[in-house]
């Protein structure tokens, strides 16, 4: 079965911190996504990695970095986190191949104070 | 841009019975694919069941069942002989052909009374 792990599944941080939420996928799958999930919302992608070291905005990139060193582990950075980035944050990687679907992690849910 | 809509944000049904959850799309593209997955309170996402434009057959996978009206951009998901372990949330979901992002609905929290 495919695993795709987050660090964390609940942490607090304070306004101003940088933080990290890091993933990790255990299939060798070439593309990684972050998305965060809020009520009323449904999930909207953040950024996307498709190989090491590429990356893609997706339709909310703002106040996020993100950094894919190695295949299987795809980190979001909030460069300075503030209290509307309060939200539960989702990992996925994608498997390709007629299959082609979307695994996902945990969930990390994250309130900045 | 393509966009997802769920208009039901919560949907409750009696256990053993069937419910169907709405989800319509809007892309001018011919060919995607469409998805719906399921988010029980634990939290891990799960993809339940998918369908390829181009294949007019509804797809199932056991309870589940989707009707798929292509002309109507309409892609409903049914529940037949509902579970307590199916209460969760649902989320409809499309891609491109080609393409790796998934664009979701809003979500419908779908609760089931014992």
């Known amino acids: 079965d495919v695993k795709v792990t987050q660090s964390s599944r609940y942490l607090v941080k304070r306004t101003g911190e940088k933080v990290f939420l890091e993933c990790v996928q255990d299939?060798?799958?070439?593309?990684m996504f972050w998305y965060r999930q809020d009520p009323g919302l449904g999930l909207r992608l953040i950024y996307f990695?498709?190989?090491?070291?590429?990356?893609e905005k997706g339709d909310i990139p703002e106040g996020y970095s993100v950094s894919r060193e190695k295949k299987e582990r795809f980190s979001l950075i909030l460069e300075s986190a503030s209290t509307n980035q309060t939200s539960m944050y989702l990992c996925a990687s994608l498997s390709g191949g007629e299959v082609d679907t979307q695994y996902f992690g945990p969930g990390t849910r994250l309130t900045v104070l | 841009a393509q966009t997802v809509t769920q208009s039901q944000p919560e949907m409750s049904v009696q256990e053993a019975e069937t419910v169907t959850l709405s989800c319509t799309y809007d892309?001018?593209?011919?060919?995607?694919?469409l998805f719906w997955y399921k988010q029980p309170p634990s939290r891990q996402m799960i993809l339940v069941i998918r369908q390829e434009a181009y294949k007019q057959q509804n797809a199932t996978e056991n309870r589940f069942s989707v009707n798929f009206q292509k002309a109507a951009k309409s892609f409903s998901l049914k529940i037949s002989d509902s579970q307590l372990g199916d209460a969760a949330m649902y989320f409809c979901a499309y891609r491109s052909v080609g393409a790796q992002k998934l664009v979701f609905g809003q979500g419908t929290r779908l609760t089931i009374n014992p």
């Open positions: 299939m060798d799958h070439e593309n």
């Open positions: 990695s498709y190989d090491v070291k590429m990356k």
């Open positions: 892309t001018s593209e011919s060919d995607y694919y």
